[in-house]
C-alpha cells in the first residue's frame, strides 16, 4: 500500500527530531512508527491540570479545554529532579508557571519546563491564548531550524511531557546574563559588579559589531515569526571563564506566529519594517528609542532567506501538519518572509551590498 504524504510528512520529521536539540532533553528517542501516529493528530498528550487562571480565562469565554496533538517527547522517568530553590528564585520571574529541573544525568545542566496548564493570560492585544504557548515557541523554533544562522542564536527547546503535563522544556545557558540584568547593573554572577554589568551593556548595545549582527539578524527573523516580546530580557550574554563575551542568544518566542504583524507598542497596528541603508536607523547610541527599520544582517542569512522563500510551501506544510498551526498563521509566516526578503532585495538594488549586509 502507497504510504500517505501526511505519512511521509511525519515519518521525516521524526528523522529530524532524532539529531534535533531536543532529542537531548530526557526524551524517549524518536520512534518513526509512533511520531507518524502523534504527528497524524490520533495521540494527544496529556495537557495536565490548569492554573486556577487559565481555567476562568476559557471558562469566561466558553473555550473547550486545549489539548495537543502535535510532536512531543515524552521525559523518561527519573531524568529530571525538581530543583525547589531555583524554582522558588524564577517563581517572579514572568508571569507563567514555570519548574527549574535537573538533569540526573549531568547534575550540573539545568532546564527550565514551562507547564502549557500553567501559562498566564497576558493581554488580549497579543490575540494568543494561554495554554498555547508552548507550542508557538516550538514551532518557531522549527521556523529558526530552517534558517542556521539564526538556529545557531536561539536556545532550542522541545515540546516534552513531564509528569503527566504537557509544556516546553529549555535548557539553563550557563554563566550567562540578560541585557536587562546588565543594564539594571543586577547581575547574578557575583563576579560583576553593577559598575562592570552597565559599562557592558553601554558597550555591547552602542558599539560591538558581533552583537549589532546579531541583534539585527534576530529582527529579522522575529518579523518572520511575528514575535512581539523581543524584550532586552529576551537577549542572552554568555560568557568565557574570564567575564569575557563569548556568544549570543535569543529565548522566548512564545508569543509569536499570529497572523498579521503587530508590535507590543502598538498591538493593532500592522507594522511593516522596510529597510534602511543605516544599521542603526532611528536608534541613535544611547537614545533607547525604538528601531523603525531592519538593519544590517549577514549576507549569509540573507541567502539562507532566499532558500526558505523557494521551500516555502515545505515550511508551511511542517507548521500546520507537525505543531497545528492555523493556515492564517502559516500564511502570515509566508508573507512577513516574502517583506523581509524583498525589503533586503530592493535595498541591495537601490544601496548595495556594503549598506545591506553587516560582513
Known amino acids: 500500500m502507497e504510504i500517505s504524504d501526511a505519512t511521509k510528512q511525519a515519518l521525516a520529521a521524526a528523522e529530524e527530531l532524532q539529531t534535533a536539540g531536543q532529542a537531548a532533553f530526557g526524551g524517549v528517542p524518536a520512534a518513526a512508527g509512533a511520531d507518524a501516529t502523534i504527528q497524524l493528530g490520533e495521540s494527544t498528550a496529556p495537557f495536565g491540570p490548569m492554573s486556577l487562571e487559565q481555567q476562568t480565562y476559557y471558562g469566561a469565554r466558553n473555550l473547550a479545554v486545549p489539548q495537543y496533538s502535535g510532536l512531543y517527547l515524552t521525559a523518561r522517568p527519573g531524568q529530571f529532579a525538581l530543583d525547589a530553590d531555583m524554582t522558588q528564585k524564577f517563581m517572579g520571574s514572568g508571569t507563567s508557571g514555570k519548574l527549574i529541573l535537573r538533569d540526573s544525568t549531568n547534575a550540573k545542566q539545568l532546564y527550565m519546563f514551562k507547564p502549557a496548564g500553567a501559562e498566564a493570560h497576558l493581554a488580549d492585544a497579543y490575540v494568543v491564548q494561554p495554554g498555547t504557548y508552548f507550542v508557538r515557541g516550538r514551532a518557531a523554533y522549527d521556523i529558526g531550524m530552517n534558517l542556521p544562522t539564526i538556529s545557531s542564536d536561539i536556545v532550542p527547546m522541545g515540546v516534552v511531557v513531564y509528569e503527566g503535563r504537557v509544556g516546553s522544556l529549555q535548557p539553563f545557558v550557563k554563566n550567562s546574563e540578560t541585557l536587562a540584568d546588565l543594564q539594571a547593573g543586577t547581575p547574578k554572577n557575583t563576579s560583576l559588579t553593577p559598575e562592570m554589568a552597565e559599562k557592558m551593556y553601554k558597550k555591547l548595545w552602542e558599539?560591538?559589531?558581533?552583537?549589532?549582527?546579531?541583534?539585527?539578524?534576530?529582527?529579522?527573523?522575529?518579523?518572520?515569526?511575528?514575535?512581539?516580546?523581543?524584550?532586552?530580557?529576551?537577549?542572552?550574554?554568555?560568557?568565557?571563564?574570564?567575564?569575557?563575551?563569548?556568544?549570543?542568544?535569543?529565548?522566548?518566542?512564545?508569543?509569536?506566529?499570529?497572523?498579521?504583524?503587530?508590535?507590543?507598542?502598538?498591538?493593532?497596528?500592522?507594522?511593516?519594517?522596510?529597510?534602511?541603508?543605516?544599521?542603526?536607523?532611528?536608534?541613535?547610541?544611547?537614545?533607547?528609542?525604538?528601531?523603525?527599520?531592519?538593519?544590517?544582517?549577514?549576507?549569509?542569512?540573507?541567502?539562507?532567506?532566499?532558500?526558505?522563500?523557494?521551500?516555502?510551501?515545505?515550511?508551511?506544510?511542517?507548521?500546520?501538519?507537525?505543531?497545528?498551526?492555523?493556515?492564517?498563521?502559516?500564511?502570515?509566516?509566508?508573507?512577513?518572509?516574502?517583506?523581509?526578503?524583498?525589503?533586503?532585495?530592493?535595498?541591495?538594488?537601490?544601496?548595495g551590498p556594503e549598506a545591506t549586509f553587516a560582513d
Not at 227 to 243: A, S, T, Y
Not at 250 to 266: E, S
Not at 293 to 310: A, F, P
Not at 326 to 334: Q, R, T, Y
Request: aromatic residues 10%; negative net charge.
Open 207 to 351: 558599539e560591538d559589531a558581533q552583537f549589532a549582527k546579531f541583534r539585527e539578524n534576530i529582527r529579522a527573523y522575529d518579523h518572520i515569526i511575528n514575535n512581539p516580546d523581543r524584550n532586552k530580557g529576551n537577549f542572552i550574554v554568555e560568557f568565557n571563564e574570564d567575564l569575557s563575551v563569548k556568544r549570543f542568544f535569543a529565548i522566548d518566542q512564545d508569543l509569536a506566529l499570529t497572523p498579521g504583524a503587530r508590535t507590543i507598542k502598538y498591538p493593532h497596528q500592522e507594522h511593516i519594517p522596510h529597510g534602511s541603508p543605516s544599521p542603526f536607523a532611528n536608534m541613535p547610541p544611547g537614545s533607547g528609542l525604538e528601531q523603525k527599520y531592519l538593519g544590517k544582517i549577514s549576507k549569509t542569512m540573507y541567502e539562507e532567506l532566499l532558500q526558505m522563500r523557494v521551500n516555502q510551501v515545505a515550511v508551511k506544510e511542517s507548521l500546520m501538519k507537525i505543531y497545528g498551526l492555523s493556515e492564517p498563521s502559516a500564511n502570515g509566516v509566508l508573507t512577513r518572509l516574502g517583506e523581509v526578503v524583498d525589503d533586503y532585495a530592493q535595498r541591495l538594488k537601490d544601496f
